[in-house]
């Protein structure tokens, strides 16, 4: 892994975004990682079908919380079925171990993709934001 990528994540750590719980959310979702225990909710407010506003809290590692960062400045403005769709994408991608970017994805979530690829144990701390995403946008 690049020192440029380990400067990405660090940001995301020391300058986390949208780690708060906001006034009155329209949606909610949890994710467990089993492996390690670490917990995750997330937190979505829309404006009809769009994402206004997607924050966290969790209580977790360094790499969950840098690509729950990134994620949630990603979807903002998106509609929930695209939100949902990008989420299948960044899975897939993550699962074949590529790091590939995503058409159109922020520049940032490459990062993520490379501490996977360098350290595959890590998919499950990459993507447990994106679980608990999906269980909030799942709930109606
Ligand atoms: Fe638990 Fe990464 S070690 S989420």
Not at 60 to 83: D, N, V, Y
Request: aromatic share 6%; net charge negative.
């Amino acid at each position: 892994m690049s020192k440029l990528y380990d400067d990405v994540i660090l940001d995301h750590i020391r300058n986390v975004r949208n780690y708060e719980v906001p006034a009155d959310p329209d949606r909610s979702g949890e994710a467990i990682n089993p492996l390690c225990g670490d917990s995750f909710q997330v937190y979505v407010k829309l404006d009809g079908e769009r994402i206004e506003q997607v924050s966290f809290q969790c209580e977790c590692c360094g790499i969950a919380m840098a690509s729950a960062s990134i994620m949630t400045g990603w979807l903002k403005g998106h509609t929930q079925r695209e939100a949902l769709e990008i989420k299948r994408r960044f899975v897939e991608t993550v699962t074949a171990r590529s790091t590939e970017a995503l058409p159109g994805g922020p520049a940032d979530h490459t990062a993520i993709l490379q501490v996977v690829q360098a350290s595959p144990a890590r998919d499950g701390c990459a993507m447990l934001a994106w679980t608990a995403l999906e269980q909030a946008l799942a709930a109606d």
